[in-house]
């Protein structure tokens, strides 16, 4: 996605050209001399009709601006999720995420995915917690700019979803002009019954935009 002006250089005109225009004149001038003359019809019809230049048909200019701009997305580096006793749960707004689409021409529809990895332990034993557990829900934007709709992927609590697979996070529908967008995402992990050990437990969950 990114981004040449081409100098348009002006050409003298071909000795033809000024030749032609030449002649068309000339005619011209002999054709006004002529109307002012009683000419008998015979020799009127055996005049030549004057030439007119023949002008070549208009072309369409094309020109197509370089694109400028990026399409980004920022988030939290580090969230912590507190801790809690096996069957337990953990709840944290994870901090603002926020979309800049700067693209143009050309800024239109994004779909922001949000996807997470397993959670292990960071010392041995190795003990793993599925990323099934881990839960998500969006939120409503917080601060949008732009038109177009933005689309939370889930508006409320009701509509979390688990990241055991790549998520919709956001969506913005098709409208050109510089966008932004920011919210607030919510995480909820259930931590097993069994199979987990005392420790510190970390996982990646990254948000991508397209």
């Known amino acids: 996605m990114r981004r040449r002006t081409n100098p348009i250089i002006p050409h003298a005109a071909p000795p033809a050209a000024v030749a032609v225009a030449a002649v068309t004149a000339a005619l011209a001038a002999v054709l006004a001399t002529a109307a002012l003359?009683?000419?008998?019809?015979?020799?009127?019809?055996a005049l030549p009709a004057a030439a007119l230049p023949v002008e070549a048909a208009p072309e369409a200019a094309t020109f197509r601006p370089a694109r400028a701009g990026a399409?980004?997305?920022?988030?939290?580096?580090?969230v912590s999720m507190g801790s809690t006793t096996p069957g337990g749960h953990l709840t944290v707004q994870m901090g603002t995420v926020t979309v800049t689409d700067t693209r143009e021409p050309g800024a239109g529809p994004w779909t922001v995915t949000v996807s997470s990895t397993d959670y292990?332990?960071?010392?041995?034993?190795?003990v793993t917690i599925s990323r099934s557990t881990m839960t998500y829900w969006?939120?409503?934007?917080?601060?949008t700019q732009g038109g177009g709709n933005f689309i939370p992927g889930q508006p409320?609590?009701?509509q979390q979803v688990s990241l055991n697979v790549p998520?919709?996070?956001?969506?913005?529908?098709?409208?050109s002009g510089v966008n932004n967008c920011s919210w607030?995402?919510?995480l909820n992990v259930s931590v097993p019954f069994a199979g987990v050990t005392t420790g510190v437990y970390r996982g990646v969950i990254t948000h991508s935009v397209a």
């Open 120 to 126: 292990s332990r960071t010392t041995a034993p190795v």
């Open 138 to 143: 969006s939120g409503p934007a917080t601060a």
């Open 184 to 186: 607030i995402p919510t």
């Open 71 to 78: 399409l980004t997305i920022s988030a939290p580096v580090a």
């Open 167 to 175: 998520r919709t996070a956001f969506s913005r529908t098709t409208q």
């Open 37 to 45: 003359v009683a000419v008998p019809a015979a020799v009127a019809a």
């Open 156 to 158: 409320t609590a009701a």
